[in-house]
């Protein structure tokens, strides 16, 4: 019986002359020989090219210095684009207008000359624990809440005595109230042990106390001592950055801004006027433009006048 045949690019022939046949004893086929030429000579080529290639090395312990950014007349990646930004440099924000700054707040007094801030309290004490709650929380929030809680605590002994539990269900309309009642009852522990009880007129100090940070040590030094210091909140960084004052992409930068450019006569009260005028005119969805006093002196694109 004769073995079935083998295909044609095998190179194997159909039997040899004992009939049967076996690979060792495979013979070519003219087909297979002109294929296996072609390959030979497709791979001897693709050899003489290599060997004709430069061969590069590199340490595997050193980098080769970078070579300068080349676009071959092609525009930047976003990558190479941002490269050479940054070995540019930064931009630098526009510095105001002193006149303009100056008016500003000259307009501002003129309007309000003695502003007053919105949160109720009845001491030192509980002013700052106000500012404590308004974190996060809106002033009308706060007072709704603080009115009948500094009708039965008033000092840090007695809010103390209230306890975090009773403290919590007191404020609890309000946003973070667990997290605030544990940080007020720490804090008018710190008052009573270190402090004899009163509120520090330093902002360090202030800020060590529990749940009192940079701007809320800035209020209460501001408002209940009479500092001309300048506290950010939402609303004066937004009106800096808007109108523009001092541009800057965090509460410092803004704050250290403002400190520079407002004159010395205004400080004291710019930052109640900065609030009160981001709160009720210069709003963040929509600015009311056509009541507000110094529109002609603002250069924000959002303006609608």
């Known amino acids: 019986m004769a073995r079935k045949k083998l295909s044609p690019e095998s190179g194997i022939a159909d039997v040899g002359p004992d009939g049967f046949i076996t690979p060792s004893e495979a013979v070519p086929t003219p087909a297979s020989v002109a294929k296996g030429a072609g390959q030979g000579a497709a791979k001897t080529a693709k050899n003489v ?5 430069p061969k590069t090395t590199m340490s595997k312990t050193a980098m080769p210095d970078a070579a300068p950014l080349k ?5 930047p990646s976003k990558t190479m684009a941002g490269m050479m930004v940054a070995r540019r440099g930064k931009q630098r924000a526009p510095v105001p207008d002193p006149v303009e700054v100056a008016e500003i707040f000259r307009r ?4 309000d000359p003695d502003p007053q801030g919105e949160l109720y309290s009845v001491n030192t004490f509980t002013f700052l624990i106000a500012v404590v709650l308004s974190a996060q929380a809106t002033d009308a929030g706060v007072n709704k809440a603080t009115k009948h809680l500094f009708a039965v605590a008033e000092t840090p002994q007695k809010m103390l005595a209230l306890g975090e539990e009773k403290l919590r ?4 309309t309000i946003g973070l109230y667990q997290a605030k009642a544990k940080n007020i009852i720490s804090l008018c522990r710190d008052l009573i042990d270190k402090y004899n009880g009163e509120v520090p007129d330093d902002r360090e100090a202030l800020q060590s106390l529990a749940g009192v940070g940079r701007k809320t040590a800035n209020v209460v030094m501001n408002i209940a001592f009479g500092e001309p210091t300048i506290a950010v909140d939402t609303h004066i960084f937004r009106v800096s950055n808007r109108i523009p004052l001092a541009i800057g992409k965090t509460p410092l930068a803004v704050e250290q801004g403002l400190e520079k450019i407002i004159p010395a006569q205004y400080k004291l009260h710019a930052h109640i006027w900065l609030i009160l005028h981001g709160r009720h005119v210069c709003k963040a969805r ?4 056509e009541r507000c006093i110094i529109s002609d002196l603002c250069h924000s694109s959002e303006k609608r006048v």
């Not at 090219?49 to 290639?53: F, G, I, S, Y």
């Not at 676009?71 to 525009?75: E, F, I």
């Open 49 to 53: 090219l290599k060997a004709r290639e």
């Open 108 to 111: 501002f007094e003129a309007a």
């Open 169 to 172: 269900d007191m404020i609890k």
């Open 71 to 75: 676009t071959g007349g092609k525009a």
């Open 286 to 289: 929509r600015p009311e433009c």
